[in-house]
T-cell receptor
Framework: DAGVIQSPRHEVTEMGQEVTLRCKPISGHNSLFWYRQTMMRGLELLIYFNNNVPIDDSGMPEDRFSAKMPNASFSTLKIQPSEPRDSAVYFC?????????????FGPGTRLTVT | RKEVEQDPGPFNVPEGATVAFNCTYSNSASQSFFWYRQDCRKEPKLLMSVYSSGNEDGRFTAQLNRASQYISLLIRDSKLSDSATYLCVVKSGGYQKVTFGIGTKLQVIP
């Protein structure tokens, strides 16, 4: 089975440009998480969805960040406009239902560099 | 105070050594605890859950101390392949939201 799929794997963009990160969770999973990882702050939860509904977006840094989950198989994280301090690895993760539903399956991440 | 705290290391240990990591959490109502492993430039992956009675998986032992609010991970007979960052993870509250520690970097040297 395919795991969590993220695209692009690498993104280099200039300050002020719009960036869109994409995620396809594991089929059948009903929760999806967006994280940002930096050396200084570690892995930070940005937002998570349950059954396509945003449950907690308190980790979204500011209005420049937005996330959507139009259906169970697709989510986007958008940064507009991007800034150099947004440079990080962005991970998407999903969890399933049932007794092992706490295990989070991560995608390979998108390495974002904003110059 | 951070919700989950770990010593970032690095811990440099020789092959065959035993190494232990601790992690403290601030929310006494936390319900579930895990250790994840993250290899360099890779995504985190679940290593093991941590049960109240403690649990062992081969060379790895995880323990929970609710009174002192910490969890530990013990690795016996370290292998070069154990070199990675070990992330402490705590679940508090509803749904499946968890909080990750910053991770402890382990380097096993020949």
């Amino acid at each position: 089975d395919a795991g969590v799929i993220q695209s692009p794997r690498h993104e280099v963009t200039e300050m002020g440009q719009e960036v869109t990160l994409r995620c396809k969770p594991i089929s059948g999973h009903n929760s999806l998480f967006w994280y940002r990882q930096t050396m200084m702050r570690g892995l930070e939860l940005l937002i998570y969805f349950n059954n396509n509904v945003p449950i907690d977006d308190s980790g979204m840094p500011e209005d420049r960040f937005s996330a959507k989950m139009p259906n169970a198989s697709f989510s986007t994280l958008k940064i507009q406009p991007s800034e150099p301090r947004d440079s990080a690895v962005y991970f998407c993760a999903s969890t399933g239902r049932g007794l092992s539903s706490y295990e989070q399956y991560f995608g390979p991440g998108t390495r974002l560099t904003v110059t | 105070r951070k919700e989950v705290e770990q010593d970032p290391g690095p811990f440099n240990v020789p092959e065959g050594a035993t190494v232990a990591f601790n992690c403290t959490y601030s929310n006494s109502a936390s319900q579930s605890f895990f250790w994840y492993r993250q290899d360099c430039r890779k995504e985190p992956k679940l290593l093991m859950s941590v049960y109240s009675s403690g649990n062992e998986d081969g060379r790895f032992t995880a323990q929970l101390n609710r009174a002192s609010q910490y969890i530990s991970l013990l690795i016996r007979d370290s292998k070069l392949s154990d070199s990675a960052t070990y992330l402490c993870v705590v679940k508090s509250g509803g749904y499946q939201k968890v909080t990750f520690g910053i991770g402890t970097k382990l380097q096993v040297i020949p």
